[in-house]
């Protein structure tokens, strides 16, 4: 999930899922999460599906704006899958609300979202992205189709998972949509003053670490992971192609990451950010 810019601030946004109450409380803890009601079920009975794609559902009066998403949604789709090797199990649920009020519904308004994944792995996109922001529709939806996709294979943003992968992943394969609000040079800027986020030497699914626990804004956070992933991918896709596939099958990642880089991430990680030249940041 993802998104918001708002007014005066903006951050990231993202998803939740299935078990609304238990991932409400373990998703509040990551970059990348958002709140499910427990009536999200009900909710979404009252969208239909869009004539032109039935991926595409819309709350009343929010036809217009599944139809945009129906114009994006293949290419999107091939997107994703392309780069994460792999088709989607089953059709991605796309769901449009027309008004803020339908998207509270799905997401707690205090996190200002854009977008989430919610109940039973639902994409659901917030009105601002047809009408304040709608330069940021197509890269919020390839960042949480992304979410989706993996979520198909493990589990919707499953714990198992680093938020740093998850996030960095989704980034790179939305060509930075979600990670959008800050560029390198302030990713790089901020590493060079020693302010970036670390991997773990051994995941531990019940402590997941977001941009806070390292002091460093969820945007940068989102930057830096996404630039780290595209590194890897870069500096070896072969070995990249293996671990997405293994992780997809439902392999422990420290173990997936090492047989397909020959290293740990927490060394891996440390070493690329270290070596991170200083930059002169500055974003708008
Ligand atoms: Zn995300």
Known sequence: MIVSAHPRFRSIALRSTRSVRLVSVILSLCGCTSLGYHDA????????PLTE????????????????????????TAQIEALQYRAFRTPPAVNVCNDQACFDRFVAPEWNYTAAVVYDNHLVLAPRLFTREPERMLPILLHELSHVHMG??????????????????????????????????????????GR?????????????????????????????????????RASNEHAFHRLLRQLQDGAEFEAAFAQAYQTNPAHSVRAYLNAMPAAQGGSP
């Open 41 to 48: 079920g009900p909710a979404f009975e009252t969208f239909q």
């Open 53 to 76: 794609d039935m991926r595409v559902r819309y709350a009343p009066g929010a036809q217009r704006y599944a139809q945009r998403v129906a114009v994006f949604l293949p290419a999107a």
């Open 152 to 193: 198909q294979y493990r589990g919707h943003y499953t714990v198992t998972i680093p938020v740093w992968f998850h996030e960095g992943l989704a980034s790179l394969v939305a060509a930075g949509g979600g990670a959008d609000l800050v560029n390198d040079a302030d990713a790089q800027h901020a590493a060079s003053e």
């Open 196 to 232: 970036h986020f670390a991997a773990d030497e051994q995941h531990v699914p019940w402590q997941r670490k977001r941009a806070d626990a390292w002091g460093i804004t969820t945007s940068i956070f989102y930057r830096q992971a996404m630039l780290y992933v595209a590194w890897l």
